[in-house]
Antibody
């Protein structure tokens, strides 16, 4: 069974750095794109970017380019989303999701989400 | 960037009645391989989104057959033939044809 398990909730202060993770299992992690989706409180889904773990090819949403960094470690089947300097507006739920292993297209399945709270 | 526009944004439905959600893209979603990467997702309160439909009209495994998708080019529709209580939540369309990929604003389905 393909599964994505994300790291736990985080509470940070503005200006701090953060890296959250998404561990894949049940499939060949290196060979399938993984994407990240932001959901701000009470709002809809926002596509942030994707990474191909096998060669670290990345594509970012233009609105978030430079604000976050995607990376992956194939040795431990884990993708990362990181910030170098958090802002209060980064407070949101963050989901990872993979390109379907069955070849049926984007974002199936999803991780359980990581809640990030940035507050002074 | 491709803009996905859903309507309605709020959809009150009586149990057992049909429901229809529209999704329009600002440009054609036909990819160079001939496929249309238009998906539908359902998000219940407090849960992660779950994909229901991929490539316009194919149902994911385990998705009840009361859910169906249709459309072409820039106009797409999700239909629930008979709404059940478990169908409440927010429905999103998403295009995976053009970078950056993008979601619709979401349609909140509630039971009348």
């Amino acid at each position: 069974e393909v599964q994505l398990v994300q790291s736990g909730a985080e509470v940070k202060k503005p200006g701090e750095s953060l890296r959250i993770s998404c561990k894949g299992s049940g499939y060949s992690f290196a060979n399938y794109w993984i994407g990240w989706v932001r959901q701000m409180p009470g709002k809809g889904l926002e596509w942030m970017g994707i990474i191909y773990p096998g060669d670290s090819d990345t594509k970012y949403s233009p609105s978030l380019q430079g604000q976050v960094t995607l990376s992956a470690d194939t040795s431990i089947s884990t993708a990362y989303l990181q910030w170098s300097s958090l802002k209060a507006s980064d407070s949101a739920m963050y989901y990872c999701a993979t390109y379907a292993v069955a070849g049926t297209g984007w974002f199936d399945p999803w991780g359980q989400g990581t809640l990030v709270t940035v507050s002074s | 960037d491709v803009v996905m526009t859903q309507s309605p944004l709020s959809l009150p439905v009586t149990l057992g009645q049909p429901a229809s959600i529209s999704c329009r893209s600002s440009q054609s979603l036909v990819y160079s391989d001939g496929n249309i990467y238009l998906s539908w997702f359902h998000q219940r309160p407090g849960q992660s989104p779950r994909r229901l439909i991929y490539k316009v009209s194919s149902r994911d495994s385990g998705v009840p057959d009361r859910f169906s998708g249709s459309g072409s080019g820039t106009d797409f529709t999700l239909i629930i033939s008979r709404v059940e209580a478990e169908d409440v939540g927010v429905y999103y369309c998403m295009q995976g044809t053009h970078w950056p990929h993008s979601f619709g604003q979401g349609t909140k389905l509630e039971i009348k």
